[in-house]
């Protein structure tokens, strides 16, 4: 990305289907590691190269700002040519040996997925060999990176989960899973919080809190305290029902579950915002039978009574979205909810369903608006130069439109590599819809006062 090829992006949309320039996506494997990471004392592990496993490590590790730990199966030529059988058996060995994870989350790369590596096959192999210790795991996703984004690869991998792990033993364990998808580990810790307030037993899985934003204790941990238990995992199939938030990140894993183990599951979407969360709150509340507390009844106060109060604020203004599907459907209805206007929507993450889903969510605003699914930034750029918008949602790269365009741009997706925060404080349930509104209110006040006369320029809102 450069600021003076930028300069050069003219409003003139042509049709691509062969060239994605600043693509808004990034590549499978990424979000396999990120999934995989959610689960306690477990190892990812990329098949292919060692130049693969180090972008996944960089990108999740600079978004994060934690170390993050991954090993791979370093292919060479001769695996390239071979076939990566026979690092992947050494790979297990010493890891179990060197390492000692409870369990190892093997994801394949563009290289291995192009030899065709049977990973089934491999891990049968390793299981026959005696590599895997008794007690320990294995278990794999396939995640070529020439198709789908770090969604499906996360989704990917939070389905091999089930695949691998849940069981039903006819023993019901009167929980609920929880699948939150690709959120922060603040976010995971939030809907834990709203469970735990509603008095609600749940697994939820992957849960990268306490793994991805450990605190510093001045000792290093191989494997945080952080992460979905195994055990859980496992009784992840004995379960009252399944509440998963967003049907790309977490539907497949959801559905698995059900098929697999006749754990009856709902897809929502991600509880952002006010009707996002109202969704979350009602599902939980009838699935486990119980009453939702004064608490959480007050917090839903406090976001309508900011809405109400901020609305001259937030009204008529235009945005436009850039990120993850499941992330761009809930937000584009928070601020439809604000009385804003979503008029440009892109994610690079490819799906029909994700289209429809756009256009069910702001067939209130009674006007076209462009929506993209496996589009790119250069796209909305250019959409943003027909047509003006007055803030910018997205992750870190669209900062240099904003720039060129001088857009108030407020970060949220992955990756952010140049803020803190985002680990930090939710954007899911209502403190985070409180969360939110203060954010893009402080972007669009800061614009405010920066544009002012000096008789306009005032002291109070
Ligand atoms: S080669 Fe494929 S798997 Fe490896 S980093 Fe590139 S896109 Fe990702």
């Not at 050494?90 to 291995?112: G, K, R």
């Not at 006749?262 to 039978?289: S, Y």
């Not at 904003?402 to 899911?428: K, M, S, Y």
Request: with cysteine; proline share 6%.
């Amino acid at each position: 990305m450069n600021m003076k090829l930028l300069k050069h992006t003219t409003a003139e949309v042509t049709e691509r289907h062969a060239l994605v320039a600043n693509p808004a996506k990034t590549c499978q494997p990424v979000g396999a590691m990120y999934a995989a990471l959610g689960v306690h004392g477990c190892l990812p592990h990329s098949h292919g190269s060692q130049g693969c496993c180090s972008y996944h490590r960089t990108v999740l590790t600079r978004h994060y700002k934690e170390p993050v730990m991954a090993a791979t199966s370093s292919f060479t030529e001769g695996s390239s040519v071979f076939g990566g059988q026979a690092n992947l058996l050494q790979a297990i060995e010493t890891i179990f040996t060197t390492y000692n994870p409870q369990m190892i989350a093997v994801h394949t790369t563009c290289l291995s997925e192009t030899i065709g590596d049977d990973i089934p096959q491999i891990i049968g192999k390793a299981t026959a060999e005696g590599k895997i210790p008794a007690g320990k795991h294995v278990i794999h996703a396939n995640t070529p990176s020439y198709v789908g984004s770090h969604v499906i690869g996360f989704a990917n991998m939070t389905k091999a989960l089930v695949h691998y792990l849940a069981k039903n033993t006819g023993a019901p364990n009167g929980k609920v899973n929880l699948i939150p998808g690709w959120v922060e580990p603040s976010d995971m810790r939030e809907l834990k919080r709203l469970a735990a307030v509603m008095g609600v037993k749940t697994i939820t899985f992957p849960d990268t809190s306490d793994v991805v934003d450990t605190p510093m204790t001045g000792r290093f941990d191989l494997y945080p305290s952080g992460g979905t238990p195994i055990a859980e995992l496992k009784d992840s199939g004995n379960s009252l029902g399944t509440l998963a938030f967003g049907p790309i990140a977490s539907g497949p894993a959801a559905k698995l579950l059900d098929t697999q183990c006749k754990v009856p599951c709902q897809l929502l979407g991600l509880p952002i915002g006010l009707r996002g969360t109202d969704r979350f709150i009602d599902a939980l509340r009838k699935l486990a039978g119980v009453c939702v507390p004064e608490a959480v009844t007050a917090d839903r106060g406090r976001v309508v009574d900011m809405m109400a109060d901020m609305h001259q604020y937030f009204w008529k203004k235009k945005v436009a979205l850039v990120g993850d599907p499941d992330q761009m459907v809930a937000l584009t209805e928070f601020l439809v909810d604000l009385d804003m206007i979503p008029v440009h929507i892109v994610t690079g993450t490819p799906g029909k369903k994700f289209v429809n889903r756009i256009a069910e969510v702001t067939s209130s605003l009674g006007r076209p608006i462009n929506v993209k699914e496996a589009g790119d930034m250069l796209t909305l750029h250019q959409w943003i130069k027909n047509e003006p918008v007055d803030l910018i949602l997205g992750n870190t790269y669209v900062k240099y439109i904003a720039r060129d365009e001088d857009i108030p741009f407020l970060r949220h997706g992955f990756p952010i590599l140049d803020r803190v925060g985002h680990g930090q404080f939710p954007t899911v349930g209502y403190q985070g819809a409180l969360r939110l509104m203060e954010q893009i209110l402080g972007l669009l006040m800061d614009r405010q006062d920066r544009d002012a006369a000096p008789e306009k320029f005032e002291l109070a809102m």
